[in-house]
């Protein structure tokens, strides 16, 4: 979800010339190559979890990992019903939570 994300970023930045209001400009580069250069010293400020869980981010805009939620940019437990389900298609279910795309992807 985090890749599709950045696609999404990406996309709406090229197209609008400003960042998504949420997903940013989807330029995750600076981050990924600070992570990736050796030897990786974690800054005090961040945890060693949420240094793995970037490390993931960067392999998945990498494409370096496979998509499990096929696209999707939202989700939501399976026993809650947002709102916004209805306007997007259903990709994924992954344990207790569903995972959407746009439909007009």
């Known amino acids: 979800m985090v890749k599709n994300r950045v696609v999404l970023a990406k996309a709406h930045f090229a197209t609008f010339r400003r960042p998504h209001p949420v997903y940013g400009n ?3 580069s600076s981050a990924c190559i600070e992570i990736g250069k050796a030897p990786f010293r974690l800054d005090s400020r961040i945890s060693r ?3 793995l869980a970037m490390s993931a981010a960067c392999q998945a805009v990498a494409g370096e ?11 939501h437990r399976h026993d809650t019903e947002p709102d916004w389900a209805a306007a997007h298609v259903a990709t994924a279910i992954l344990g207790d939570v569903v995972f959407y795309r746009a439909q007009d992807h």
Request: charged share 25%; net charge neutral; proline share 6%.
């Open 26 to 28: 989807g330029d995750w």
């Open 49 to 51: 979890h949420q240094a």
């Open 65 to 75: 990992v496979l998509d499990p939620t096929r696209g999707a940019t939202r989700c």
